[in-house]
């Protein structure tokens, strides 16, 4: 059973443009969301995170939105740029003293110059 | 400041060998991961340990052992290998009470 859910394996947007990653959950006792992106041959890197008790997050071109009844959140790329192009993870986690995080499977970004 | 390393790079298994997967990290943190990713699942845990001397399972433990050998280093053990674990795995550390984890470059790991 995915708890964690990108149902997108893949996305391609104009440099510039807004890239929106999507992904779902079915958990309710996650409290806190996180963003990863991974360059091939490389570790996933920590790039936003949320918790449960807010509905945004933002830092610089990443903004993270979280929608708790819908069991859903999203990040937003503005403007995407060709460096942007990787996989990005999204997390779950129960809250720091579990330390068991769930990934979703990955949505590759293509970002075309 | 490495940040967290893995060694081997690249491992060719024959199925029924034995190997351990090498961690360390520079960062002084409690907290330490190991994870498999597998084309279309994601990265699913394996074992963790939340803090020194302290080791428990994750999602698929099963095949795999765990050594929490000090702070800085967390060792993963595959005693009899299997196709079904040909993966990339990643090891990966994080500061207590952070949800932020820091993973290293990966291993990469054919059983043949």
């Known amino acids: 059973d995915q708890q964690v859910k990108q149902n997108s394996p893949s996305l391609s947007v104009q440099e510039g443009r807004i890239s929106i990653l999507n992904c779902d959950y079915t958990n309710s006792m996650f409290d806190y969301f996180l963003w990863y992106k991974k360059y091939p041959a490389e570790g996933p890197t920590f790039l936003i995170s949320i918790s449960s008790i807010k509905d945004k997050n933002e830092d610089g071109r990443f903004t993270v939105f979280l929608n708790k009844s819908a069991k859903h959140l999203s990040l937003h790329i503005v403007p995407s740029q060709p460096g942007d192009s990787a996989v990005y993870f999204c997390?779950?986690?129960?809250?720091?003293?579990?330390?068991?995080?769930?990934f979703g499977t990955g949505t590759r970004l293509k970002v075309l110059a | 400041n490495a940040g967290v390393t893995q060694t081997p790079k690249f491992q060719v298994l024959k199925t029924g060998q034995s190997m351990t997967l090498q961690c360390a990290q520079d960062m002084n943190h409690n907290s330490m991961y190991w994870y498999r990713q597998d084309p279309g699942m994601g990265l699913r845990l394996i074992y963790y340990s939340a803090s020194e001397g302290t080791t428990d399972k994750g999602e698929v433990p099963n095949g795999y052992n765990v050594s929490r050998l000090n702070k800085r280093e967390f060792s993963l053990r595959l005693e009899s290998a299997a196709p079904s674990q040909t993966s990339v795995y990643f090891c990966?550390?994080?500061?207590?009470?952070?949800?932020?984890?820091?993973f290293g470059p990966g291993t990469r790991l054919t059983v043949t």
């Open positions: 990966a550390s994080s500061r207590q009470g952070s949800y932020e984890q820091y």
């Open positions: 997390a779950a986690s129960r809250g720091p003293g579990t330390y068991k995080y769930i």
